[in-house]
């Protein structure tokens, strides 16, 4: 088997550091240190998030409150929901119950968990990242363009709006899904490793497709469209009364 990646899960780094001579700083020291907690936190914080999630998915659904808005919060929360629903097992296997390398002799269906996992919070946690986006750029809209607003934001866009998140994150993040296989060690555990047809240029090409641009973009986006509705005049105040408030 080649050399194996840490990137699917947290890299052990008293295992990393043996044998190589690295002097342990501060922060490696806390790394190792929390990854022995990691686990226990990750399923009380994923246990409290899927409940509010879920209690959020049944009181924005109801047909009293379906809005635009809505729709959209509706569809960040069952992004949020699935991520911590699916991290509860594997935080429970690879943190609480064995350990998150090559050496805890893993079966096989736990390393296929570990991929399908890997691929699913990478898709839903995207998708929650855009999805916050277009939720700033309705606000912007109501705020900024009230008379274009009205006419922009309708529940159809909304609908729209969270297809054109989801598919084009599907298709943007597909690399990741078979970027990895799973792998058998010498020892008849299995762990993972990547796919011989992967290249490196293939990997920095994704690394800068899904972890620079799509997330730069959003970030640029979102701040532009936070900065311009902070600073869009309040209705029934002149420029004196809006300096003067933020002086207050």
């Known amino acids: 088997m080649e050399r194996t990646s840490?990137?699917?899960?947290?890299?052990?780094?008293?295992?990393?550091?043996?044998?190589?001579?690295?002097?342990?700083?501060?922060?490696?020291?806390?790394?190792?240190?929390?990854?022995?907690?990691?686990?226990?936190?990750?399923?009380?914080?994923?246990?409290?998030?899927?409940?509010?999630?879920?209690m959020n998915i049944a009181v924005l659904t109801r047909r009293a409150l379906i809005s635009p808005t809505n729709l959209l919060l509706t569809a960040l929360a069952v992004?949020?929901?699935?991520?911590?629903?699916?991290?509860?097992?594997?935080?429970?296997?690879?943190?609480?119950?064995?350990?998150?390398?090559?050496?805890?002799?893993?079966?096989?269906?736990?390393?296929r968990y570990l991929l399908f996992n890997n691929g699913l919070n990478i898709t839903a946690h995207t998708v929650a990242m855009w999805l916050t986006v277009s939720l700033a750029v309705f606000r912007y809209f109501a705020v900024c363009?009230?008379?274009?607003?009205?006419?922009?934001?309708?529940?159809?866009?909304?609908?729209?709006?969270?297809?054109?998140?989801?598919?084009?994150?599907?298709?943007?993040?597909s690399p990741n899904y078979f970027m990895f296989r799973v792998?058998?060690?010498?020892?008849?555990?299995y762990w993972f490793d990547r796919n011989p047809f992967i290249t490196d240029r293939v990997e920095n090409l994704n690394f800068w497709i899904f972890g620079v641009v799509l997330k730069v973009c959003a970030l640029q986006l979102f701040g532009y469209l936070w900065y311009s509705d902070?600073?869009?005049?309040?209705?029934?105040?002149?420029?004196?009364?809006?300096?003067?408030?933020?002086?207050?």
Request: charged share 15%; proline share 4%; glycine share 6%.
């Open 6 to 54: 840490p990137s699917l899960a947290v890299v052990n780094v008293t295992q990393l550091l043996s044998g190589t001579g690295v002097a342990e700083t501060p922060l490696m020291q806390f790394s190792a240190w929390y990854q022995q907690i990691h686990g226990y936190l990750s399923l009380a914080a994923c246990t409290f998030g899927s409940t509010s999630n879920a």
């Open 79 to 111: 992004a949020d929901l699935l991520t911590m629903v699916f991290y509860i097992p594997y935080a429970a296997y690879f943190y609480c119950y064995a350990r998150p390398d090559e050496l805890g002799r893993h079966a096989a269906a736990w390393i």
């Open 145 to 173: 363009h009230p008379t274009v607003g009205s006419r922009v934001c309708t529940l159809r866009r909304a609908r729209i709006a969270v297809v054109a998140v989801v598919v084009s994150t599907v298709v943007f993040c």
């Open 183 to 189: 792998a058998t060690l010498s020892d008849g555990s």
């Open 230 to 248: 902070k600073n869009f005049p309040i209705r029934g105040t002149t420029t004196g009364e809006q300096s003067r408030k933020k002086q207050k």
